[in-house]
């Protein structure tokens, strides 16, 4: 059976479209297909998207604490490990994650541990983790790209324009899937599918045992150890002393 990944930019509005979801096909005859939808379209719209193909692997944007007894996901109401560790130093302005003991980090942890057990139910056998877009895109930035501060909100935005613009997204496509994707990924405009394209490559990342994981409490996934910058790879390091680094490929 050919791979398939999906990933899920989780939104919690009843007002808006705020729900990104991305599939990567790359043996179909459209290998990206992605929309963003509201709240409650989430599963509908994974299920119309997924058009009867079975996922390998889902990474979705929002807290993740896995449940070993059940071999589901759980709640918490508590800071983790995994978000501490990429909050402070020099992250602390670039591209930490919000924690989820914050009321905006409860809403969306609720959603995202729903999505996943749901998910979990349709396709046992799928590898499901979390993806962090903003630290993902993030850690891939030179030091220029932060040289002025970037307004939260829009940052995941700033890191996708210089990516696509500097060919470094089209790099780590081409070393996931041993090709590059044709548009309409490079094009894709709307915050959420952007996201939700981000949160399918961690999938791959994750499948394929190249992603770098920040655990505790869950695990925060980061791209190849290749594309990550030094900066970055010296914070981690850093702040995590008994942190496991991917050989290099």
């Known amino acids: 059976m050919a791979p398939v990944y999906l990933g899920i930019d989780v939104g919690f509005s009843k007002d808006v479209a705020s729900t990104g979801v991305c599939v ?12 963003h939808v509201r709240t ?5 719209a994974i299920r119309e998207l997924l058009g009867g193909e079975i996922p390998t692997a889902i990474s979705i944007n929002g807290p993740l604490v896995p449940h070993a007894a059940k071999g589901i996901f759980r709640t918490i109401n508590r800071y983790r490990i995994c978000e501490r560790s990429l909050s402070g130093g020099i992250f602390q302005k670039r591209c930490k994650p919000g924690p989820t003991n914050s009321p905006r980090g409860q809403a969306l942890h609720r959603q995202a541990t729903f999505v996943a057990n749901a998910l979990l139910l349709d396709h046992p056998k799928a590898r499901v983790v979390e993806a962090f877009p903003n630290a993902f895109l993030g850690v891939m930035m030179p030091p220029g790209v932060f040289r002025r501060p970037i307004r939260r909100g829009i940052k995941s935005d700033v890191f996708w324009r210089f990516g696509v613009r500097q060919r470094i997204i089209d790099r780590l496509v081409a070393h996931l899937f041993d090709d590059t994707f044709l548009p309409p ?9 952007r996201a939700a394209f ?3 490559l961690t999938a791959r990342a ?8 920040i655990s505790g409490d869950g695990e925060i996934l980061l791209p190849p150890r290749d594309f990550i910058q030094p900066w970055a790879l010296e914070e981690l390091c850093r702040r995590i002393p008994t942190l496991k680094l991917p050989v290099l490929s």
């Open 40 to 44: 409650e379209r989430t599963l509908g």
């Open 24 to 35: 990567i096909s790359p043996a179909g005859g459209k290998p990206v297909r992605v929309t």
């Open 206 to 213: 994750s499948e394929a045992g190249s992603a770098l994981v």
């Open 198 to 200: 981000v949160c399918a």
């Open 185 to 193: 990924w490079r094009r894709l405009e709307n915050h959420d599918e």
